[in-house]
């Protein structure tokens, strides 16, 4: 069974500092992970996926993130936080050769930039 | 553009009524997901369908109904079985191929409350 773990519902960080949002997933074989994010009232959009090659995927509106077999995490990154990026962050996966079956999703984390 | 509609945005029920919620999409893909997202609990799999007149339960698929009578429309219904049918529900869809792909269509969602 396919599984994500967000451990943190609420993440708070200064304008200008990194951010970091956790994800760690389970999945049988090679996995296919995505980062959401949802602004208020709006729906889910696209932010980044790994598929293979690189570690380190950079997606939209500046966040990237970083891959890692061994801690079976994926947790998403940004160098210097705004307060636009204030929104609810999904983590989603599903195993890499498992046909099209539909993504399993984490219980999203909310990420609050403050001035 | 194409993309997923859902209607209405927002939809009120007395209890023991069914409802019915609207998924459409003119994006000519062939499967559709149905997810809840209820505050702290992420987002849940409903129902799916790969492809026209076929679907599968997901994982909280009590008290819920779909047809997919048509490749665009996925519509799902909201039975008076369904112990707790207050939410935000959101209509998905992946691309054909993982070519190009950047992740899931998401309709803008409907927020059922029961009254």
């Known amino acids: 069974a396919q599984s994500v773990a967000q451990p943190e519902d609420q993440v708070n960080v200064a304008e200008g500092n990194p951010l970091t949002v956790k994800c760690t997933y389970s999945?049988?074989?090679?996995?296919?992970l995505f980062w959401y994010v949802q602004y208020p009232n709006r729906g889910l959009q696209f932010l980044l996926k790994y598929i293979t090659g690189d570690n380190l995927v950079k997606g939209s509106y500046g966040f990237e993130a970083e891959f890692n077999k061994s801690q079976t995490s994926f947790h998403l990154k940004k160098p210097s936080a705004l307060v636009s990026d204030s929104a609810l962050y999904f983590c989603a996966v599903r195993a890499l050769n498992s046909g099209n079956t539909p993504l399993v999703f984490g219980k999203g984390t909310r990420l609050s930039v403050i001035a | 553009d194409g993309g997923i509609t859902q209607s209405p945005k927002y939809l009120f029920r007395k209890e023991g009524q069914n409802v019915t919620l609207s998924c459409e999409q003119n994006?000519?893909?062939?499967?559709m997901y149905w997810y809840r997202q209820d505050p702290g609990q992420g987002l849940r799999l409903i129902y799916y369908s790969q492809i026209v007149n076929d679907f599968q339960k997901g994982d909280i698929a009590e008290g819920y109904s779909v047809s997919r009578e048509k490749k665009e429309s996925f519509p799902l219904t909201v039975t008076s079985a369904q112990k707790n049918p207050t939410a935000f529900y959101v209509c998905a869809s992946p691309p054909l191929t993982r070519a190009g792909d950047y992740g899931y269509t998401f309709g803008s969602g409907t927020r059922l409350t029961v009254v």
């Open positions: 994006l000519n893909h062939d499967a």
């Open positions: 999945v049988s074989g090679n996995p296919y």
